[in-house]
């Protein structure tokens, strides 16, 4: 899949905005694997995954081609390799959906009973921290009309703060999370302890991800 035609007919900022909309729909489509990837069976686990790494890796061919059709200056407020650093660490997003996805169909995973409510409110924080950075990334064409200051600009810091604020909230909930697993791990066989540990330290991925888009982001804003 090329986007040639979209590169050269968008702004710069536009075309983060293209890639993140793939991004999201990776992130989505992960968020409907973990709703029902208890009691359902590794082959269509696996079927319902490929739809992820699909995903994944049409932001790939997207950020792939930013980066060789971006001319080496642009008449904006940032520079190229500010740019294509923000585009990175936006692209880190799709990849941890992608691990995540690969991780639940490794074998047959059963969340014990006591740590499934926390999971999935874990599971929920970490997604909210990444519709917050959305908002952020949808956020450039007011902020290039602000030239990244003003009212706009501490609008946008706002948020930021906000999804920054997410992420403390999801650490949290990890650590009463594995403390709870740790509470419990006699009762499960080595195999679904070890990948009950990877699956939480990769859901926490995506907020660490989107705060870290978040702030670097925020980097650019010059407040008036």
């Not at 792939?64 to 904006?76: H, M, V, W």
């Not at 924080?125 to 009212?151: H, R, T």
């Not at 650590?175 to 699956?199: A, E, G, N, Q, V």
Request: glycine fraction near 2%; include cysteine; aromatic fraction near 8%.
């Amino acid at each position: 899949m090329q986007y040639f035609t979209k590169l050269f007919s968008r702004a710069p900022f536009n075309l983060l905005e293209l890639h993140m909309e793939k991004v999201i729909a990776c992130l989505v489509k992960l968020d409907d694997v973990l709703k029902i990837f208890e009691g359902t069976d590794l082959a269509k686990l696996e079927s319902l995954s490929v739809g992820v790494s699909e995903l994944e890796h049409e932001a790939d061919l997207i950020k792939n081609d930013i980066r060789s059709t971006l001319p080496q200056s642009f008449l904006f407020s940032v520079d190229r390799s500010h740019f294509l650093e923000i585009l990175s660490v936006q692209d880190d997003l799709a990849d941890v959906a992608e691990e995540i996805a690969n991780l639940l169909t490794v074998k047959e995973l059963v969340i014990p009973f006591s740590i499934r409510a926390d999971l999935h409110a874990y599971k929920n924080k970490n997604m909210e921290a990444v519709w917050d950075v959305k908002e952020i990334v949808f956020s450039f064409e007011e902020l290039l009309e602000a030239s990244f200051g003003g009212p706009i600009a501490e609008k946008i810091q706002d948020k930021i703060d906000q999804t920054a604020y997410k992420e403390h909230e999801a650490d949290i909930l990890k650590r009463k999370l594995l403390k709870s697993l740790f509470t419990i791990s006699d009762s499960l066989s080595t195999p679904d302890f070890y990948l009950c540990m990877h699956l939480i330290e990769a859901i926490g991925k995506i907020s660490l991800s989107a705060e870290k888009l978040a702030i670097r982001i925020g980097m650019l804003l010059d407040f008036k």
